[in-house]
């Protein structure tokens, strides 16, 4: 985050870190106020930081796609792109030209509503002040494309040549405390830790880490069949409570019972299908220092609540957006009857009846946790932060520097605060920017990974293409100059992510080079339905006829257990949009967290942002005759209904509707505040904004598709 000091242009791609990382202005700031660089915000609505742009483009929810393509398409029409970039580090580039000439900013205008004078004015801007740092965060990813979206802006990045450049990059900003600790250890339905995925290989390495015997482990299983199958994701949960038993691929039985383990419930969308799906539920848990409104609103008797204790009742590494780890510690012992996540998950285990497998290598906790995991997660270099570093790192923070986050002197000397990963070796300073080259290996320099093999041939254009770096493309004392496959067979039987020496890593540094290869960024990923990113219509969409240029992807069975329906969903767009003819967006505010369950138990926090509220353009709430403050119906098409007050705001073009989407505690404007245990009912309660989130999912991830979809509104 503190490289974007460097920035010499910035653009905010669905992202408003105003509310929502507002520790981070201090550094966009500091671009925009010491290197002149110009902020360019691209979001439906025009927020706080849209006020401190030199640029806001106002685009159509869902449509992020077109216009990254577009501006590809100009800048190479104008011959801005990195030409040397591209010839020496980028794969599959031809075929994306191919791909992106077709949407002209003519095209672009027509998809987005951004005009094209300025598709063109942006294009340029980027191109004549560079590196741009470039940061998109969930009104990039909350959508069926999102995964083809986030791939447009890496391309842009390529096709600028800012990838691996101080001031330059994709910087997501993630979302909770750790969130990025969470995501790396896996905590996800499709992986075990660091990205090893459920393949036979991935258990035999963690069966191996963990000291447990792999055949125990297939033992755990129904059959090995449901080891290496992808679970439900959190957005799907409930599908596999209301669907059919023969219809769900989960072993011919739905789903019975759920721990939500801090969890905020009206987080997810389609929510009052959740409340269907609780009071279907056999036993449901809540592990949360709050009762959550799952508590509340589940009518049946088999709820537990078991109170944890918050973050600062506990210790223990955790992981920062930046990829720095640090050491979190206690400030209090937990209060009244709460313990902490450790002590809940002991109980359970040991009532499982397998603490002995569980800690084998683990005396003292949080450190071992935090070593073990280290000594099994080698794909992205989390073994060289060990707990004594990290609390080195912890007691001498203030000698390292703001503008390179590297130590001057003192006990970390050279050392990158938190040793943002890949931190190879216990001597390796860690990697303050990814895939760098004008840095060694060894003092956190790093080239672009190779996963898929040194040579691809591309279904689209029957072209066959070096995957590797271009000849004399390396970092600085690399003793193979230029590109080279992934480090094999060091330890026979072994490979650079499995062998757990870590001789194969140590061979790899030996030589100056990256333990995971030298290879180009691809923009064609050939297992993906789009292997080149393409612009797709949201499911429900203000525009029948842009679904019938872009439709949507055929339905996908089995897709984390359940079935999604894409083309099917899509087919009953030109009924619905009769109906419900205003596009919805959700999103945050800066006093409230998720669903809500922490702020909204704040009495000041509350004051501040008391109540649930609909934004709507001045326009259209007269022409509706909603007065700003009044209560207003808004509907979905599936059937959600929800009460709240308009904000009148131009915040909002005169078509779309925002929603923020903390609030819970009442249901179509009835309180059911009493639900809570006594003494536990929230400050502010308001309906849930994830009660009129329409159904949609990413084709790969399944992210619910919270950033677009339509809606009803009228006076209450
Ligand atoms: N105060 C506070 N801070 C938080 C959180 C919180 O709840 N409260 N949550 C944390 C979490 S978990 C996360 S993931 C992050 C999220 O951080 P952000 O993603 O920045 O937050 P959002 O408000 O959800 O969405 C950002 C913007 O996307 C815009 N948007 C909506 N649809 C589109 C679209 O189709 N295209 C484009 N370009 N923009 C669109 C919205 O108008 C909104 O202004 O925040 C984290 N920080
Ligand atoms: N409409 C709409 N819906 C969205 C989004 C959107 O933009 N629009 N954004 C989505 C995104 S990006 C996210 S990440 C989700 C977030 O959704 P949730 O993950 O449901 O968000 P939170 O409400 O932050 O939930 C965290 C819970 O953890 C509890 N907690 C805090 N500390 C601890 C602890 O130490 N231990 C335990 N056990 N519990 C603790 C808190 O009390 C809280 O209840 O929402 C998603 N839903
Ligand atoms: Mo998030």
Known sequence: MNDMRHAKSLIFIGSNPPEAHPVSMQHILHAKEKNNAPIIVVDPRRTKLAAKADEYVRIRPGTDAAFMLGLINVIVAKGWEDKEFIRTRVSGYEEMLEVAKKYTPEEVEDITGIPAEQTYKVAEMLAKNRPTSLTWCMGGTQHTIGSSITRTFCILQLVLGNMGKSGGGTNIFRGHDNVQGATDMCILSHSLPAYYGLSDGAWKHWCRVWDVDYDWMVGRFKSKEWMNKKGFTLSRWFDGVLEGEDKIHNGGTSVKALIQWGCGSNSNSRFHDVKKAYNKLDLLVVVDPFPTSAAALCETDNVYILPAASQYETQGSVSSSS?????????VEPVYDSK?????????VTRLGFADQYYKNIKQVPED?????????????????TPERIKKHMENWHTFDIDTLQAKGGACDGEYYGMPWPCWTEEHPGTPILYDISKPVNEGGLPFRNRFGDVATYAMSGRVENQLAAKGTCNPRSVVQGGYSEFKEVVPGTNWKTDLSQKTIKEALSKGMAPFGNARARCIVWTFPDQIPIHREPLHSPRPDIVERYPTYKDKADHYRVDTRYESEQAKNNDIVKNFPYTLTTGR???????????RSNKYLCELQPEMYAEINPKLANDLGIRDGGMVTVESPEGGKIKCKALVTERVDETTI??????????????????YPEGNEPWAVGDSGNVITNYGYDIITQIQATKDGLCKISKA
């Open 340 to 348: 902490d996540d450790y002590d809940i998950m002991k109980e359970f």
């Open 323 to 331: 990829r720095q780890i640090q050491w979190r510690y206690k400030v």
């Open 589 to 599: 505010q800066v006093e409230h967290m998720g669903a809500g369950a922490e702020t």
């Open 369 to 385: 946790i935090t070593r073990e995991l280290g000594s099994g997660s080698l794909t992205i270099g989390y073994n060289g932060q």
């Open 658 to 675: 925002f929603l923020p989407y903390h609030f819970a505690g009442s249901w179509e404007g009835e309180s059911y505040a009493d639900q």
